[in-house]
Nanobody
Framework: QVHLVESGGGLVQAGGSLRLSCAAS????????MNWYRQAPGKQRDLVAT???????NYADSVKGRFTISRDNAKNTVYLQMNVLKPEDTAVYYC??????????WGQGTQVTVSS
């Protein structure tokens, strides 16, 4: 059974930093592309960042230059380092993986709140 557990959210002032973690189990972690999404109140869930098994990364335009996604295959964990946070980054952040032949999986989400 696939489990994704996010941590690291919280309340931070604008300009501050947070580091999110997502620990995965039930998958061969180093075979899978890992994703971070976010969903603000009343809005759709949007893709924030992606990292492939080969460490290729991609970011939403709104976070380029401020957020960094990385992975530690030995710990089955993907990270999202968020710097220069803005109030518009306030959202619930979700870890996501699509496992070939098994389906799409989500974590429970972690709240990030950026005060102005």
């Amino acid at each position: 059974q696939v489990h994704l557990v996010e941590s690291g959210g919280g309340l931070v002032q604008a300009g501050g930093s947070l580091r999110l973690s997502c620990a995965a189990s039930g998958i061969i972690f180093n075979y899978n592309t890992m994703n971070w999404y976010r969903q603000a109140p009343g809005k759709q869930r949007d893709l924030v960042a992606t990292i492939t098994p080969g460490d290729s990364v991609n970011y939403a335009d709104s976070v380029k230059g401020r957020f960094t996604i990385s992975r530690d295959n030995a710990k089955n964990t993907v990270y999202l380092q968020m710097n220069v946070l803005k109030p518009e980054d306030t959202a619930v952040y979700y870890c996501n993986v699509i496992v070939l032949g098994r389906g799409m999986y989500w974590g429970q989400g972690t709240q990030v709140t950026v005060s102005s």
